[in-house]
């Protein structure tokens, strides 16, 4: 039976945005859904927002991304959606006292840029004032965009620990400036010289005009990879007469630099495609799996009863507006061993009670047919995971061993963070350290255990793997066991 197409939008978690809109009537929607999402104090709402633009142009539109919002463009071509004149997306620093260190989870896709942002001139370099301010740091990408000026990656001096990028063009300055760490693939920057700033460790995977690999002196250490063997890009939703297809691009060998071309996708119709939302139970999502069908998980925050399990070749599970899947004590997706070309995109996984893992790919004893694999791999894009951060109660049981385990062969992960959580939301009348917004997660003298237990970020078992964009933290063990 096929879906309905257009999908059943949820309308207070989608917005969809079309070019004929009243350009201040666009900015002030987005300002009054998105307003408690733009300041630190978002950081764990459990608010989820999509912003979608429909193919045309936006001239004078306000598009501030706040915690847990995504603009995503709808066109299949990158220039389906074009933002011009004083405004466009864009993403401020979260704190006045932190800066971008905590500018976390949020995203924006698959459009051009000819705007202007506000007080851009303010941040960084430009050339014609045209230009696009992204001052965040982890689990924050940009993909699939053309920029016609300069992009800007933090706020002046303001402290950012590091973000990913891909598949974008930038034609003036790619202004790093106090980002700590951060990686670019496959991308394309276009101005003689026009790439400024960076503190610690700047990655260049696969770019064009990109500087050369040096050691750390004074400033920061880069490393340039010109040639990647191969990549694959995230999977997005367009738009055309009314309906919605899901585009999954192919695996490109051998490449440098974007690859905009709207022909290299498998094109889906929404009639094939399940529209997940928070209140489906976890029972009705796996049959929909099971049927054969991919899933795009609507914004909002799925509790699941059991792990969801993947045993079709070439299912989708994509994501939109951060949404996130909480675990229960089986973990939150399993994938099976020997099923090839999956795509798991844009999605945040959330441990609950102690769980084992929470997202497994493949058995540890079970060997893949390598000829298949290689041929058609897997995918994670964009996937964010946590342990701890929004609960307020039972600290010391919420957990999981691993967050992330894979054990299959030929899987290519693109932008992973892996966050066993340094800070949480503060507790109802409690009463934070000074200078602190948030709970600090410590040993539990009370409990006798640590809060938010989680032994390893990231099991590597598998032949072929590959990450590009690998971030894990505050592990009680080894971050990563490869």
């Not at 016609?148 to 790619?174: K, T």
């Not at 054969?292 to 079709?312: H, M, N, Q, R, T």
């Not at 602190?436 to 997660?441: A, K």
């Amino acid at each position: 039976m096929a879906e309905p197409n257009p999908p059943n939008w949820p309308e207070n978690n989608v917005l969809l945005i079309y070019p004929s809109d009243e350009s201040n009537k666009i900015s002030l929607r987005i300002k009054n859904r998105t307003k408690t999402l733009i300041s630190s104090e978002g950081q764990f709402s459990d608010d989820r927002v999509a912003l979608l633009f429909h193919k045309g142009t936006y001239t004078d539109v306000q598009v501030p991304v706040g915690y847990y919002v995504q603009a995503l463009g709808l066109g299949k071509n990158v220039g389906d959606v074009i933002f011009e004149g004083n405004g466009g997306v864009y993403a401020n620093a979260a704190s006045t006292t932190a800066g971008s260190l905590d500018t976390f989870w949020r995203g924006a896709e698959n459009f051009t840029n000819n705007a202007s942002c506000p007080d851009l001139s303010n941040f960084g370099p430009t050339i014609n004032g045209v230009g696009m301010l992204w001052a965040v740091s982890q689990a924050a990408p940009l993909r699939r965009i053309i920029v016609n000026g300069s992009l800007l990656l933090s706020e002046g001096g303001e402290y950012a620990s590091g973000g990913f990028a891909a598949n974008i063009q930038v034609r003036d300055y790619y202004g790093i400036g106090s980002q700590q760490q951060w990686i670019s693939r496959n991308s394309s920057f276009l101005k003689k010289d026009g790439i400024t700033g960076g503190a610690w460790s700047i990655v260049y995977a696969g770019c064009l005009n990109a500087p050369p690999t040096k050691g750390k002196d004074s400033t920061s250490a880069v490393s340039n990879q010109p040639e990647l063997d191969v990549t694959v890009e995230k999977p997005f939703i367009s738009s055309e007469n009314g309906k919605y297809y899901l585009q999954i691009p192919k695996p490109r060998l051998n490449s440098s630099g974007p690859n905009f071309d709207e022909n290299f996708n498998d094109s889906r119709p929404f009639e094939q495609v399940y529209l997940a939302k928070p209140a489906d139970t976890t029972n009705l999502i796996q049959s929909k799996l099971t049927a054969g069908y991919d899933i795009v998980f609507s914004p909002g925050i799925y509790y699941l009863s059991k792990a969801l399990e993947i045993s079709k070749d070439n299912q989708v599970l994509l994501g939109i507006g951060l949404a996130t899947l909480v675990a229960s004590r089986s973990g939150c997706i399993y994938v099976h061993p020997n099923y090839h070309g999956i795509r798991i995109a844009g999605l945040m996984l959330q441990a609950s009670i102690q769980t084992d893992y929470l997202l497994r790919w493949g058995d540890p004893y079970v060997n893949d047919n390598d000829d298949l694999s290689k041929a058609n791999p897997s995918v994670i894009s964009d996937l964010y995971v946590r342990v701890g951060g929004p609960d307020t109660e039972n600290r010391t049981l919420i957990g999981t061993t691993t967050m992330v385990q894979i054990h299959s062969n030929y899987v290519i992960g693109d932008n992973l963070w892996l966050w066993r959580a340094d800070h949480s939301k503060l507790a109802t009348n409690e009463i934070p350290k000074p200078n602190q917004n948030y709970h600090l997660v410590e040993y539990s003298v009370t409990d006798k255990s640590f809060e938010f237990k989680c032994d390893n970020g990231l099991i590597v078992t598998g032949d072929y793997v590959l990450i590009y964009g690998l971030a894990v933290e505050h592990t009680l063990k080894d971050l990563t066991i490869w």
